[in-house]
């Protein structure tokens, strides 16, 4: 049994467009960039598309919120080739990839909430007894330092480093999620955004929206799996007056 490229019934560019909100150029450029099939034209040039057209659009379409933009056009084209094997692939790494950003928000809470709080009154540290507090070496601090997430001040006398109580929270947080595994770079985002909520306590607004985002995510992921699962059903779908 063969595949059917083109299952029943016309559609103009426009009503194709309607359908889901887009202007007759958005559903041009997605054909352009293998998101749709290639459409047929008639003796006069034009475009007509049909019901496997409107399936492959409502599969990207639902893909986007989940996979992103670029992913989800790649997932259209690789099946659109018939390389469905990619496609599930690339539908497999954005699990993958949001897996891993759940267990990133897991290490940031479980450091904010085993992370002691340094009262003000404790005055400044420097770099030897924070090394020592810690259990690493002044170098890596020094490290931690080039790469912006702890910024201690210079004494403008001797020129040391002095660790006020902030200072030291980050560094706390630093350690601990670097215990965990994760890099600098992943660090360096979550110990600005402390700094500019001015400590701990206001971020757990934050760490609420990103567990929504995160949910989010996951039921967009399942929508786009049910429409893509329709379309490569609709793809695979005999050919008018071809079964039996």
């Known amino acids: 049994m063969r595949k059917n490229p083109q299952v029943g019934g016309r559609l103009r560019p426009v009503d194709l467009a309607r359908r889901h909100g887009l202007s007759t150029q958005a559903i041009r450029n997605y054909e352009a960039a293998g998101v749709l099939p290639e459409a047929e034209r008639t003796r006069h040039g034009y475009r007509t598309y049909t019901p496997l057209h409107a399936s492959a659009l409502n599969a990207f379409l639902a893909l986007v919120?989940?996979?992103?933009?670029?992913t989800a056009t790649s997932i259209m084209r690789a099946v659109?080739?018939?390389?469905?094997?990619?496609?599930?692939?690339?539908?497999?790494?954005?699990?993958?990839?949001?897996?891993?950003?759940?267990?990133?928000?897991?290490?940031?809470?479980?450091?904010?909430?085993?992370?002691?709080?340094?009262?003000?009154e404790r005055g400044d540290t420097f770099v030897g007894l924070l090394s020592r507090r810690l259990g690493i070496r002044p170098?890596?601090?020094?490290?931690?330092?080039?790469?912006?997430?702890?910024?201690?001040?210079?004494?403008?006398?001797?020129?040391?480093?002095?660790?006020?109580?902030?200072?030291?929270?980050?560094?706390?947080?630093?350690?601990?999620?670097?215990?965990?595994?994760?890099?600098?770079?992943?660090?360096?985002?979550?110990?600005?955004?402390?700094?500019?909520?001015?400590?701990?306590?206001?971020?757990?607004?934050?760490?609420?929206?990103?567990?929504?985002?995160?949910?989010?995510?996951?039921?967009?992921?399942?929508?786009g799996a049910a429409a893509l699962d329709a379309y490569l059903e609709c793809r695979a779908a005999p050919v008018d007056g071809a079964a039996g």
């Open 80 to 120: 659109n080739r018939d390389a469905t094997g990619e496609a599930l692939r690339l539908i497999d790494e954005s699990h993958a990839q949001l897996l891993d950003d759940r267990r990133t928000l897991q290490a940031v809470e479980a450091a904010l909430r085993d992370l002691e709080p340094v009262p003000p």
């Open 65 to 70: 919120p989940g996979h992103g933009h670029a």
């Open 139 to 223: 170098a890596t601090l020094r490290k931690w330092e080039r790469a912006g997430v702890v910024q201690p001040r210079r004494d403008p006398r001797t020129g040391y480093r002095v660790y006020s109580a902030a200072d030291v929270r980050d560094a706390l947080l630093v350690h601990q999620l670097r215990r965990g595994g994760h890099l600098l770079e992943q660090i360096g985002p979550l110990i600005a955004q402390v700094r500019s909520a001015g400590g701990v306590a206001p971020l757990e607004s934050t760490l609420r929206d990103w567990h929504a985002r995160l949910a989010a995510r996951s039921r967009a992921m399942l929508t």
